[in-house]
Each structure stands twice: as C-alpha cells, then as structure tokens.
C-alpha cells in the first residue's frame, strides 16, 4: 500500500519559513519523481516545485528563489524549505509521486500552511 504522509504544516507570519517534509512508503521512492502543489480556497491545485530521480529541481514562478526543494532517497522523505513567506502561500500542500513510464501517480493528505500576522 503506497503512502505519502506530509508533515510540517502550520501558521506562520508574512516574512517567516516553513519546512515540509513527505515520507513515503509503498513505493520504490528512488524510481519517483515527487513533487509539492498547494490548493488554496477556491482555487484549483497548482504545482509549487519538482524533483527528479536524479535531484534535478524546477519551481512554479511564484516561489522561485523562495522555496527549495530536496529529496533523501535513503530516508525515502522529500522537503520543500519555505523562506519569506507571504499570505497568498497559504494553501494545503500536497506532495506528490509520479512515474511518468508507467503513470503511476500517488498523492498524500496535504498540510495546512497559513501566513498571516
């Protein structure tokens, strides 16, 4: 059974960082490529960074030069490291598994994130 469990979730002020973090299990995590989106309220879910098998990373605009993203294969956990946070990132954040050869695809629960003062 594939799980992705996010962690790391909270309410912060405009300015401050957050880091999320994706365990998964179920899944040969190092086959993966994982990816973080986010849903605000009456929004649609959109993309905020990916990583490839191999670490190659790519962002949405909107968080580029705020937002890292890293993966550990040996712990089978992705991160998304959120700096300078600003009220419209806050959304549900949701990590995601894709393999694009076999269109395996597998979500988690999400995580609320909220800036606000």
């Known amino acids: 059974q594939v799980q992705l469990v996010e962690s790391g979730g909270g309410l912060v002020q405009p300015g401050g960082s957050l880091r999320l973090s994706c365990t998964a299990s179920?899944?040969?995590?190092?086959?993966?490529?994982m990816n973080w989106y986010r849903q605000a309220p009456g929004r649609e879910r959109e993309f905020v960074a990916g990583i490839t098998r191999v670490g190659s990373a790519n962002y949405a605009v909107s968080v580029k030069d705020r937002f890292t993203i890293s993966r550990d294969n040996a712990k089978k956990m992705v991160y998304l490291q959120m700096n300078s946070l600003k009220p419209e990132d806050t959304a549900v954040y949701y990590c995601?598994?894709?393999?694009?050869?076999?269109?395996?695809?597998?979500w988690g629960q999400g995580t609320q994130v909220t800036v606000s003062s």
């Open positions: 179920g899944i040969i995590f190092s086959l993966y490529n």
């Open positions: 995601n598994a894709r393999q694009v050869y076999t269109g395996n695809d597998y």
